[in-house]
């Protein structure tokens, strides 16, 4: 985790990106979450825009692309400094947080109130690559993209990295390229056929087959949970 977290900060540092914290909103207590609110008292006062001295109340805004937990970091941060339960809806899947909400506040000394707020991504995504990332870690809804398409990404990304656990996860014998091999031995693991029938010389039959779209489901819940391992992606 040290190593992930260091290749990311070098990378945000080259784009001019400061002041990081790490945080897992879904732990009960999470020590970075203790560190957002001094950490963002600091930054607004020594801004040179900040001269309400008789003023310290602070609204701010959370902003980032769907799905990546902003409003399970509102709750967080409410949680830890005002030891209230949930404010603001959140979901496993972009689109949850549909418009501007109202002033949440988190925290009472100093008061903090913030803005849970739609995910957002550029206008136009730079290459098919960077879009399937995001497809696969649910920055856009999996039917706009298709979740056997998602689930192949997510098998060869896994296969480039040599990370294997999805064989002993699904009782695989070994690495597979082969994203259909894949999915019927998942669904084959779980249980998931569906009822197809089959125009034959003799009439027709009903036959039971994998059921790829569920196969598929699992697979991408499973890397989304961290079923598979911690895979950075970029």
Do not use: W
Not at 166 to 193: F, M, R, W
């Amino acid at each position: 985790i040290f190593f992930f977290h260091q290749s990311i900060l070098k990378q945000l540092d080259r784009e001019g990106v400061r002041n990081v914290l790490f945080t897992d909103c879904l732990r009960q207590r999470d020590e970075n979450v203790k560190r957002i609110v001094p950490l963002v008292t600091e930054l607004i006062g020594s801004g040179s825009r900040f001269h309400r001295e008789e003023d310290r109340s602070y609204c701010l805004m959370v902003v980032g692309v769907p799905n990546v937990g902003k409003s399970s970091l509102i709750n967080a941060v409410r949680r830890t400094y005002l030891k209230k339960g949930k404010a603001s809806k959140v979901g496993g899947e972009p689109g949850i947080t549909k418009a501007v909400l109202t002033k949440i506040q988190v925290c009472e000394r100093p008061i903090i109130y913030l803005l849970d707020t739609p995910g957002v991504l550029p206008p136009r995504i730079e290459n098919i690559e960077t879009g399937m990332k995001l497809a696969l870690c649910g920055t856009i809804l999996d039917h706009l993209v298709g979740e056997d398409v998602i689930a192949d990404y997510l098998l060869f990304s896994l296969n480039r990295r040599e990370r294997f656990s999805y064989i002993e996860k699904y009782n695989l014998e070994e690495p597979s390229d082969d994203i259909q091999h894949v999915l019927k031995c998942i669904a084959v693991k779980l249980g998931k056929t569906k009822r197809v029938k089959a125009i034959t010389g003799v009439g027709n039959i009903t036959v039971q087959l994998p059921d790829y779209s569920a196969a598929a489901y699992d697979f991408i819940r499973a890397f989304r949970k961290g079923e598979l391992g911690k895979v950075m992606l970029d």
